[in-house]
């Protein structure tokens, strides 16, 4: 799997769905990326898959694939100061 350099990565939160794919994009074309490492958690994990789907189908169609997927949990406290675990996912989409 790739280094992990912020250069490469992107981390899914609450922003529009298309800023998400727009940086996807970005990164292979202005910033000649290899590789984009997307991260997210929770509940954005179904909206990390959405922009790898659209990034790899509609945007970069042939172009780049999705090369690995990566699904974890973390644990950590919340407000209350209860331990919670935290579903995540990181999927690497490459140059074909």
Do not use: H, W
């Not at 699904?71 to 919340?78: A, K």
């Not at 331990?83 to 996912?89: A, G």
């Amino acid at each position: 799997m790739a280094e992990e350099t912020s250069d490469n990565c992107v981390f899914i939160g609450g922003k529009p769905f298309m800023n998400y794919v727009t940086g996807v994009v970005m990164q292979f074309t202005t910033k000649k990326a290899t590789e984009v490492l997307l991260k997210a958690r929770g509940k954005f994990i179904s909206r990390a898959v959405d922009v790898a789907e659209v990034a790899t189908k509609r945007f970069m169609k042939g172009q780049a694939e999705v090369k690995d997927i990566r699904i974890d949990s973390e644990e950590f406290e919340n407000k209350e100061g209860k331990q919670v675990r935290v579903s995540t996912i990181e999927i690497l989409i490459g140059k074909k």
